[in-house]
């Protein structure tokens, strides 16, 4: 079992929490009606959508996933994000080519071609901060 994050904001949060996916993308990923990828990417856009790809072909079934949110709170030094649970991957990873910036036909703003679906394991109604979580890692002898 792995463990991944996937950092989103305060806008998005809680349509992945609705919805029971984690997406990434980019806005200049489309697709036409087909599903066919029709953007013309630069070669530092291609090179970023196959890391995109890669990262989430790494996600298994029963893989741990972590949201971070950021900007949630005023820190010292400006907004501090906190990790808000702890979900299951559900599903291996998918492309959503029809309507990536929608779930269920509502708009959530961003485009998120790239889904995985989750179940809640543990909710941190709270949050934790970065910090916070960072001073209960214990026992691990090399980063890891």
């Known amino acids: 079992m792995n ?9 998005t949060f809680p349509i992945h929490l609705e919805h029971k996916f984690a997406g ?5 990923i489309k697709f036409d009606s087909i599903g066919n990828l029709c953007s013309s990417l630069s070669a530092r856009e291609e090179m970023t959508t196959i890391s995109m790809l890669a990262d989430m072909a790494r996600i298994r079934v029963g893989d741990q996933i ?5 900007g949630v709170q005023s820190g010292v030094g ?3 994000g906190y990790f808000f649970g702890r979900f299951i991957a559900t599903s ?3 492309v959503v080519s029809n309507c990536p ?11 998120l071609p790239f889904r995985i679906d989750i179940d809640v394991d543990c909710v941190y109604p709270k949050g ?17």
């Open 3 to 11: 463990n991944h994050v996937f950092i989103v904001d305060q806008t």
């Open 24 to 28: 990434i993308g980019a806005p200049l």
């Open 66 to 70: 972590y949201f971070y949110v950021q």
């Open 78 to 80: 400006g907004q501090q």
């Open 92 to 94: 291996l990873s998918y």
């Open 101 to 111: 910036d929608k779930v269920k036909g509502a708009p959530i703003g961003k485009s």
């Open 128 to 144: 934790v901060s970065e910090s916070d979580s960072l001073d209960f890692i214990a026992d691990i002898e090399h980063p890891n």
